[in-house]
T-cell receptor, first 115, second 111 residues
Framework: EPEVTQTPSHQVTQMGQEVILRCVPI?????FYWYRQILGQKVEFLVSFYNNEISEKSEIFDDQFSVERPDGSNFTLKIRSTKLEDSAMYFCASSSGTGGTGELFFGEGSRLTVL | GQSLEQPSEVTAVEGAIVQINCTYQ??????LSWYQQHDGGAPTFLSY????GLEETGRFSSFLSRSDSYGYLLLQELQMKDSASYFCAVRDGTGGFKTIFGAGTRLFVKA
C-alpha cells in the first residue's frame, strides 16, 4: 500500500540552527501539507502546497518556515533558525485532491527536539 | 478562523458503545472528518461527512448536522485496541483547502 515517508524520524538540534525535514508524499497525490503536534496537544495546520506553490499557511508558518518541492518526489520543510518552542512532532500529509473525502495520508512524523 | 470543541477524555468498557461529540465553527465548511491517533503514531483517517446524516464504516459511524454545526463519532463493540485519541477535523474551503483539527478526545477502554 502506498505510504507517505518522512526523514529523519528524530532530529536533535541546537537553538538557532537550521533544520530540514523531508517527506516523500504518495506518488499520484497532488496536495501536500505540513502539520505539527506538540506532545499531547492538537495537530496544528502549518501549510498546504499545490501546483508548486503554497496555497495556504497558518499564523504559525512565519518567515522562519519555508517549504519546497525540489524534485518530483520530495517535499521539504525548512526551519531557518530554530527556537525552543519549535520542539514538536512534524507530520507531512498528502491527499489526492479536494474532491471526495479529502482524506489526508500522514507520514509517521519527524520528532524535532530543540535544545 | 476555525474552532472545534470536543471532550478531552472519555472512558468506556470493552464491548460498550461510546459517542464522541464535536461542535465546530468555520467560515468555509466543506465537511467533517474523524481521525484516530494511537500514542506515538500518525493520525489515520476514519470517516468523513459532507452532508447531513449518518455514515457507517464497520464498528464506527459518524454523524453530521450542518445546521447545528455538530457531529459525532460512534464507536460500537469497543475493543482494547480502540484506546487512542480521536480528532474531529473540518475541511475548510476558504482560500486553499485545508483540514483543521480539534484538540482531540482521549478514549480509554477498560476491560
Amino acid at each position: 500500500e502506498p505510504e507517505v515517508t518522512q526523514t529523519p524520524s528524530h532530529q536533535v538540534t541546537q537553538m538557532g540552527q537550521e533544520v530540514i525535514l523531508r517527506c516523500v508524499p504518495i506518488s499520484n497525490h497532488l496536495y501536500f501539507y505540513w502539520y505539527r503536534q506538540i506532545l499531547g496537544q492538537k495537530v496544528e495546520f502549518l501549510v498546504s502546497f499545490y501546483n508548486n506553490e503554497i496555497s495556504e499557511k497558518s499564523e504559525i508558518f512565519d518567515d522562519q518556515f519555508s517549504v519546497e518541492r525540489p524534485d518530483g518526489s520530495n517535499f521539504t520543510l525548512k526551519i531557518r533558525s530554530t527556537k525552543l518552542e519549535d520542539s514538536a512532532m512534524y507530520f507531512c500529509a498528502s491527499s489526492s485532491g479536494t474532491g471526495g473525502t479529502g482524506e489526508l495520508f500522514f507520514g509517521e512524523g519527524s520528532r524535532l527536539t530543540v535544545l | 478562523g476555525q474552532s472545534l470543541e470536543q471532550p478531552s477524555e472519555v472512558t468506556a468498557v470493552e464491548g460498550a458503545i461510546v459517542q464522541i461529540n464535536c461542535t465546530y465553527q468555520t467560515s468555509g465548511f466543506y465537511g467533517l472528518s474523524w481521525y484516530q491517533q494511537h500514542d506515538g503514531g500518525a493520525p489515520t483517517f476514519l470517516s468523513y461527512n459532507a452532508l447531513d446524516g449518518l455514515e457507517e464504516t464497520g464498528r464506527f459511524s459518524s454523524f453530521l448536522s450542518r445546521s447545528d454545526s455538530y457531529g459525532y463519532l460512534l464507536l460500537q463493540e469497543l475493543q482494547m485496541k480502540d484506546s487512542a485519541s480521536y480528532f474531529c477535523a473540518v475541511r475548510d474551503g476558504t482560500g486553499g483547502f485545508k483540514t483543521i483539527f480539534g484538540a482531540g478526545t482521549r478514549l480509554f477502554v477498560k476491560a
